[in-house]
């Protein structure tokens, strides 16, 4: 082999290695240049999920202020509605009182207590005890000089209600 041959084949060599590094800087070169431009859209993908989070963060405050704010609306109607439980609670209790007074007072109404031996046994029907019952006059007994019928059984003593004398 002569020298020029030897020659050849080194500058052969180099020139093959030459290529084999400018083909690899230039896979380099690509490589980062993707690396980047992925590092680039997965800065861009992170600014879009944090402004999503941020945005359902305003959404989950919100919902929450709704929250203690629908609290707050129930809690006022509670005490509303217990005002007016309370307020329809004394308008009842007067209507009752009046009704008492209004008994006292009517000729025609024979008013006994609950509680006296007769009906001690018993349980009011209405649900309430301690209250008066009454009964008109002119169911059971005839005014003096009216020509009704009599009927002997409605002198007899019942236990679901009082006699009247």
Known sequence: MDSGQIIGI??????????????VMLNRKRKVEANRSRAGEMREQAKTDEIGAREREAKG???????????????RLREEAHGRQAEAQNVRSGAQEQLRKADELDPDVVTSERGDAESRDEVPRDGTSGEELRRDRGATNPVEGDTGTHRPEDDQPRGDRPRNL
């Open 10 to 23: 080194i500058v052969g060599v180099i020139v093959v290695l030459v290529i084999i590094a400018v083909a």
């Open 61 to 75: 405050a919100r919902a929450e202020a709704d929250a203690k704010q629908a609290e707050v609306e129930a809690e």
